[in-house]
């Protein structure tokens, strides 16, 4: 199994931005589609962005236009770039890979997940 660690979260007020990364440990990283699903106290985990190997990438529709995923093969992480940041948006963030063909947006169709890292959004 690939090891993913996630970083970046923290506390940021309504309105600012934050990055987050994911480091994979896996030489095949580059060619799996990458993740980042979201998860508050008493909800469901949500799916927020995706990446394919080739770069195309899908969002939500609560993060589109402010949210933006990216990938650096080299570097072996994907990063999530959150602007505009709402209160709603807090919650644990969590990198995952899939070996889907597609667009999986459904967390069991990711095999392998971090630990998640925390987002906290201030009003």
Do not use: H
Request: charge should be neutral; charged fraction near 15%; hydrophobic fraction near 35%.
């Amino acid at each position: 199994q690939v090891q993913l660690v996630e970083s970046g979260g923290g506390l940021v007020q309504a309105g600012g931005s934050l990055r987050l990364s994911c480091a994979a440990s896996g030489r095949t990283f580059s060619s799996y589609l990458m993740g980042w699903f979201r998860q508050a106290p008493g909800k469901e985990r949500e799916f927020v962005a995706a990446i394919s190997w080739s770069g195309g990438t899908t969002y939500a529709d609560s993060v589109k236009g402010r949210f933006t995923i990216s990938r650096d093969s080299t570097m072996n992480t994907v990063n999530l770039q959150m602007s505009s940041l709402k209160p709603e948006d807090t919650a644990v963030y969590y990198c995952a890979r899939s070996q889907r063909v597609g667009v999986p947006s459904a967390p069991d169709e990711y095999d392998s997940w971090g630990q998640g890292t925390q987002v906290t959004v201030s009003s």
